[in-house]
C-alpha cells in the first residue's frame, strides 16, 4: 500500500497541539475527526524529538487495537518510522508480541487484567511510559479512590466498578506519565459517566478523590415512579464539570469543522481469516469451493461474482434452494465498533443478501427490517430502533428516515449506483439540513480488504462498466 502525505486540517492540528502540550488529557472529538491519526502524529513528533523515549500502549477495542491502528499508522508518509504491535491472540502470543522492540503497542480493554498480571510475575519491568484509552468511556465504571493509612502510607482502595478499570488503576499514576482520553461520546449516560474516566488523567484532583464525593457534590438522589431512588444532576453540575475539565480536554464537534452538505465517508477495512480467504481465493480462481459438505460451483462469471460478493460479506449460498452457511464475521465485528462509537445514536445498515439480514439479525436482536409496516419508519424517526437493516432496493423515494438518525453503515456492497444513491438520500445531509438537524452524515464502508468489495467501489466511484472493473481485477491477480 503507497503512502499518503498527511495534511493535518485545523482541528487535527489542535488535537496534536492539545496532546503535545498537556500530558494528562482528554480528546473529545465526534466520529469522523482522525482522533486516530492525529494520536499518531504526536506521538511521531514527541518519540523524534526525543521527549518521550518508554513505548505507548494503546488500549481500544478488540478490533481497533487489531486493525485500525497498525492500518492507520501504515497509511501516511510521515508515520514510516512507527511501528504498532497488536497484543491480540492467545496468551502465549501476546507475551511474544510484548518481546518485540516497537514504539508503540495496542490491546483490547478485555486483556488488560492479563497484561497487568503478566508484568507482576516476569522479571521485565512495566515499560509503558504513555498509554492512550481509545473509546474512553470502557473505564467509565471505575471506583477507585486514593486512601491514607494509618502509618500515612497512600493506597488505592478499589470499590468495585470494571476490573479492567481496577487492574489498570494499579499501575495509571504510579508508572505512567502521559496519559490521553479518547472519545466522541464522553457521557453517553450522563454527567455520572465521566468520573471514572477523568480519574485516569489526574487521579480524581477535578472530580472529587473517590466517586462517593463526586456523587455527593454534583448529584441528588430522587424517588422515581418506580419507587427506587434514581441520582440526578444538580442544576449547577453541568457548568461547574465542564469548568474543571476545561484546562485538560479539548471538545471537538464535527459540525463546527465540516460541510454539512457533504457527507462524511470512511472506509473500513477487515481480513478475511484464512479459512474464508481459502475459499475465497479458490471460488476466484477455479469457480469452485467446497463448504463443509457442500460442493459449490459457479458457472460462469457473473456467478462467480456473486458467490464472492457473499463471502466478503461472510456467508455463502451453498444449492438453490437458499441454504447459506457461514464463513467469517469479520464484518459483523466492525459494525459492532461502529454501533459502539456512534454512542446511542441509531445506525442504518444497508445490506444486500437475504443471509446477510439473518445474520445481522441474529449479532444485533435489537435491530429491525425496514419493512411495509408504517409504525417501523415511525419508530425509526423517533429513536426507538438503535439499528435497522435496509436493502438499498427497498429504500428508494419517498422514504423520510432523516429524524432517526444520520449514519450509514453500508454492509453489502453492490454495482448498482441509483440504489446506493437513493439509500444514502433517505439520511442525506440535504434532508438532515431540512429537517433542522445541524449535524452531518456518517457513510461508513465495511470493506473487505482485497476483494470485489473493492472493486464495487470503483465501479460507484468511476461509473465504468461492471465488466471493465471485473477484467482489471483479473488481470491484477493473474486470473482470466
Request: aromatic share 8%; net charge neutral.
Amino acid at each position: 500500500m503507497s503512502r499518503r502525505v498527511f495534511v493535518p486540517h485545523k482541528y487535527q492540528g489542535l488535537i496534536i497541539e492539545h496532546q503535545t502540550e498537556i500530558e494528562r488529557s482528554n480528546v473529545w472529538a465526534g466520529m469522523g475527526l482522525g482522533k486516530t491519526v492525529s494520536t499518531l502524529s504526536t506521538l511521531e513528533s514527541l518519540y523524534h524529538f526525543g521527549v518521550e523515549t518508554q513505548p505507548t500502549l494503546v488500549i481500544a477495542p478488540l478490533r481497533v487495537a487489531q486493525s485500525t491502528w497498525p492500518d492507520e499508522c501504515q497509511k501516511w508518509e510521515h508515520l514510516r518510522g512507527l511501528e504498532v504491535v497488536p497484543l491480540i491472540g492467545d496468551a502465549n502470543r501476546r507475551a511474544m508480541q510484548l518481546r518485540r522492540d516497537a514504539p508503540i503497542f495496542t490491546i483490547n480493554y478485555e486483556n488488560l487484567p492479563w497484561l497487568i498480571d503478566w508484568f507482576k510475575h516476569n522479571p521485565r519491568p512495566w515499560p509503558f511510559g504513555t498509554v492512550v484509552a481509545d473509546e474512553s468511556t470502557k473505564l467509565k465504571s471505575t471506583r477507585i479512590s486514593q486512601q491514607k493509612s494509618k502509618k500515612g502510607k497512600e493506597f488505592l482502595k478499589k470499590s468495585g466498578g470494571s476490573v479492567r478499570g481496577r487492574a489498570l488503576a494499579e499501575v495509571a499514576h504510579t508508572k505512567i506519565h502521559r496519559w490521553t482520553n479518547l472519545t466522541g461520546t464522553p457521557s453517553p449516560n450522563g454527567l455520572k459517566d465521566l468520573w471514572g474516566q477523568q480519574w485516569f488523567v489526574d487521579g480524581g484532583a477535578r472530580l472529587g478523590r473517590s466517586y462517593s464525593a463526586f456523587e455527593s457534590r454534583w448529584f441528588q438522589s430522587v424517588r422515581g415512579g418506580d419507587g427506587y431512588h434514581n441520582v440526578k444532576p444538580l442544576d449547577h453540575a453541568q457548568d461547574q464539570i465542564q469548568a474543571a475539565l476545561r484546562d485538560c480536554t479539548i471538545s471537538l464537534d464535527p459540525a463546527d469543522w465540516f460541510d454539512l452538505e457533504k457527507p462524511i465517508v470512511r472506509e473500513v477495512l477487515v481480513d478475511l481469516p484464512s479459512t474464508a480467504r481459502r475459499l475465497y481465493q479458490e471460488m476466484e480462481r477455479k469457480m469452485f469451493m467446497e463448504i463443509d459438505e457442500h460442493e459449490v460451483e459457479a458457472v460462469n462469471a457473473a456467478a462467480r461474482t456473486m458467490k464472492c460478493l457473499q463471502l466478503a460479506n461472510g456467508a455463502a449460498y451453498v444449492d438453490d434452494a437458499g441454504t447459506w452457511k457461514d464463513v467469517h464475521d469479520e464484518k459483523l465485528k466492525a459494525l459492532e465498533d461502529i454501533v459502539e462509537e456512534a454512542a446511542g445514536m441509531p445506525v442504518l445498515v444497508a445490506y444486500h443478501f437475504k443471509s446477510d439480514l439473518a445474520r445481522l439479525q441474529h449479532a444485533f436482536p435489537k435491530g429491525r427490517q425496514l419493512d411495509q409496516n408504517p409504525q417501523t419508519i415511525r419508530d425509526w424517526n423517533a429513536g426507538k430502533i438503535p439499528v435497522m437493516f435496509a436493502h438499498p432496493a427497498s429504500a428508494g423515494h419517498g422514504l423520510n428516515l432523516q429524524d432517526g438518525g444520520n449514519i450509514l453503515a453500508v454492509f453489502g456492497h453492490w454495482w448498482n449506483l441509483e440504489e446506493y444513491q437513493q439509500i444514502i438520500e433517505r439520511i442525506g445531509p440535504v434532508r438532515q439540513l431540512q429537517a433542522g438537524h445541524k449535524r452531518p452524515m456518517f457513510i461508513y464502508h465495511i470493506i473487505a480488504r482485497d476483494t470485489i468489495d473493492e472493486d464495487v467501489m470503483v465501479r460507484r466511484e468511476t461509473k465504468r462498466e461492471v465488466q471493465d472493473i471485473l477484467l482489471d481485477a483479473m488481470k491484477r491477480k493473474g486470473l482470466k
